[in-house]
């Protein structure tokens, strides 16, 4: 018994500073490893493979500026150009860059955590709470997303640790890295601009003069983070494509603040204890009730000790609230119309609200001086709530992972890799869709093709001859027939002759079953005495022309057969052809339209 007092004794002094740093580098490591870890059981989401096709293009201005969905991240765009030319479609790459950042934010967090607190077990203690947020792992674990908040982790500590040395009087050195800190987290996340409501508490938290004497001290400080903010704002305004939001109704805009508020609340239980289940792994809380009241429980009594105790704290947890009711009403009007209330629990927007979170339930914490004879009994109190919330936050980790490895896009890589490393590099592919459950509706080009050519490995596209292979939904190569829907049934001979650029129009005479719009594919038999190359446009019943993509190859000499495909949703009823040289000729065969499918 003696020696249990001993320990506990030894743990209420003050421990040493080298100590504390060590373990603070220790906990970020382990944390960081174990979550790449969990990491590489998945793989490439929708949008990793269409920011990796786009980072393939380089690193031109224009490519970096383009815009991600209604986003400029060119910071985004930047590093998935790194991954694009380092090494395509090696994920373990992804997964050490984001253990790298990880270990980073977390570093960060435990040394600011050591200049505010000084040497106390409390350092320790946040920077534990910090890595095994719930909130922000999904983040880590899907690339795009943590290509978006790590960096704003990371950054953004790096502000708050500027907003420290200012008021510490390393006023140069705060706006040496501070402004610039806040320009790249904002290069790769808008959102991450949030950070500054806890910048701004913590220097009203650091605040040891009067008021007036704070602001003439600060405004410089100010002034400098206004640079970034003004300069990132004119290239969003210069090149920028936001898209047009809508309001939900009232009754839908106070149920999904109820579901933004649950988020930080559950995390304060180790929730969400439970995540919506979807084909593949995403990061959206379906948190039960009991995980909100009992995080609402720990809420009112940190609220309680703040107000009590040291109510300057209260001023982070004032970031939080101006987070929590930002980010609620930014994703209500961005995103209530295409996806309801859904996307107010997804976690890609909540991933940075640990670090007010951390700061405000830490500091408050630590502002809890029992008296002598209620020690031992609140000791005890604070380590079960310790216990109970790492088994919370065990329990949502497990079930997010579980979800997570079951990503198909591994295996379905792994196996076009080898399937064509077989083949060999004259193999003639259709240009099909990568599957469903691995890149989404949303998804500006989900071809295979494009990964495949950024990903450096040899094939044709859709090359001339016999019918292309097929990739089918798990990776495999197929032989392949065309399943022709509708035909031009041209008869034979050279009844129609394509001369010049003058374009040739066919009916097409429907074969197969009804069918809506599709995106389809196309073989054309042909007869010429010359290398040539034709366009194909598909015409439906109102006038509308969806081109064909113009094939790669120049056509062959002789009677053969060319392949196109795949076009924009339409129901053809026509197909207009022409050629693209004016001196070609062409015989044209039968133009036959459908899917193909694995013989």
Same mark, same amino acid.
């Given at each position: 018994m003696s020696a249990i007092w001993g320990a506990t004794g030894r743990l209420r002094a003050a421990p040493d500073e080298a100590v504390l740093r060590v373990a603070v580098v220790a906990v970020a490591a382990v944390q960081a490893i174990v979550l790449g870890l969990l990491a590489r059981r998945g793989s490439w989401l929708s949008d990793d493979l269409d920011f990796m096709v786009q980072g393939g293009k380089g690193f031109a201005p224009n490519d970096l500026l383009t815009p991600v969905n209604d986003h400029i991240a060119p910071g985004l765009r930047f590093v998935y150009a790194v991954f694009a030319q380092l090494a395509p479609l090696n994920y373990d790459l992804t997964v050490a860059w984001r253990v790298l950042m990880q270990a980073l934010a977390i570093a960060l967090m435990g040394f600011l955590l050591l200049r505010l607190l000084g040497? +106390?077990?409390? =350092?320790? +203690?946040?920077?534990?709470?910090? /890595?095994? %947020?719930?909130?922000s792992m999904p983040s880590f674990m899907s690339l795009s997303s943590a290509v978006n908040n790590l960096p704003a982790h990371v950054f953004g500590l790096l502000i708050l640790h500027a907003t420290v040395d200012w008021y510490a009087g390393h006023r140069r050195r705060a706006v040496a890295y501070g402004p610039l800190s806040l320009l790249i987290s904002l290069a790769c996340w808008e959102k991450s601009g949030l950070i500054m /409501?806890? %910048?701004? %508490?913590?220097a009203l938290y650091l605040r040891k003069v009067p008021l007036r004497q704070w602001l003439r001290q600060s405004w410089p400080l100010g002034a400098a983070f206004v640079v970034p903010v003004v300069a990132f704002g004119i290239l969003y305004g210069t090149h920028g494509n936001p898209s047009d939001g809508s309001w939900p109704s009232f009754g839908k805009l106070l149920g999904q603040g109820g579901r933004a508020f649950a988020v930080p609340i559950g995390t304060l239980a180790g929730g969400p204890w439970r995540w919506a289940s979807f084909d593949t792994p995403f990061g959206i809380a379906d948190a039960p009730i009991a995980a909100v009241v009992l995080g609402a429980l720990v809420l009112v009594v940190l609220l309680l000790a703040a107000w009590r105790l040291d109510r300057r704290v209260l001023l982070l947890w004032g970031s939080l609230l101006a987070y929590v009711l930002t980010t609620w009403l930014l994703v209500s009007y961005g995103r209530s119309a295409l996806f309801g209330s859904v996307? +107010? =629990?997804?976690?890609?927007?909540?991933? &940075?609200?640990? *670090?007010?979170?951390?700061?405000?339930?830490?500091?408050? /914490?630590?502002? *809890?001086r029992p008296r002598l004879d209620w020690a031992r009994p609140t000791a005890a109190a604070i380590a079960c709530c310790?216990?109970?919330?790492?088994?919370? =936050?065990?329990?949502?980790d497990a079930g997010f992972a579980q979800s997570w490895g079951k990503n198909p896009a591994r295996p379905y890589f792994d196996n076009v890799a080898a399937e064509l490393d077989k083949a060999?590099?004259? =193999?003639?592919?259709? &240009?099909?869709s990568l599957p469903s459950k691995i890149s989404g509706l949303l998804a500006a080009d989900n071809r295979l093709s494009t990964v495949l050519r950024t990903a450096g490995i040899p094939f044709r596209l859709q090359g001339p001859g016999a019918d292309p292979y097929l990739v089918t939904e798990t990776g495999e190569v197929r032989p392949s027939t065309l399943k022709v829907w509708a035909t031009s049934h041209t008869p034979g001979g050279c009844a129609k002759e394509l001369k010049g650029t003058s374009p040739v129009t066919l009916p097409l005479r429907k074969v197969g079953p009804d069918q809506g719009p599709t995106r389809w594919f196309a073989k054309l038999s042909y007869l010429t005495n010359q290398e040539v190359r034709v366009q194909a446009e598909l015409i439906d019943a109102e006038g509308k022309v969806v081109p064909m993509p113009l094939p790669d190859h120049s056509w062959p000499t002789g009677f053969t057969t060319m392949y196109f495909g795949q076009s924009d949703? *339409?129901?053809? +009823? /026509?197909?207009?052809?022409? %050629?693209? &040289?004016?001196d070609d000729t062409v015989c044209l065969g039968e133009f036959q339209l459908g899917l193909p499918v694995a013989s």
């Open positions: 040497s +106390t077990w409390w =350092v320790l +203690t946040g920077t534990v709470l910090y /890595a095994l %947020a719930p909130v /409501a806890t %910048a701004l %508490a913590l996307f +107010t =629990v997804h976690y890609h927007y909540w991933s &940075d609200s640990s *670090i007010p979170l951390t700061l405000a339930v830490v500091l408050t /914490a630590r502002s *809890i310790l216990v109970a919330w790492t088994a919370g =936050v065990v329990v949502s060999g590099p004259s =193999v003639s592919l259709w &240009d099909v949703l *339409i129901q053809a +009823t /026509a197909v207009r052809l022409r %050629a693209v &040289d004016p």
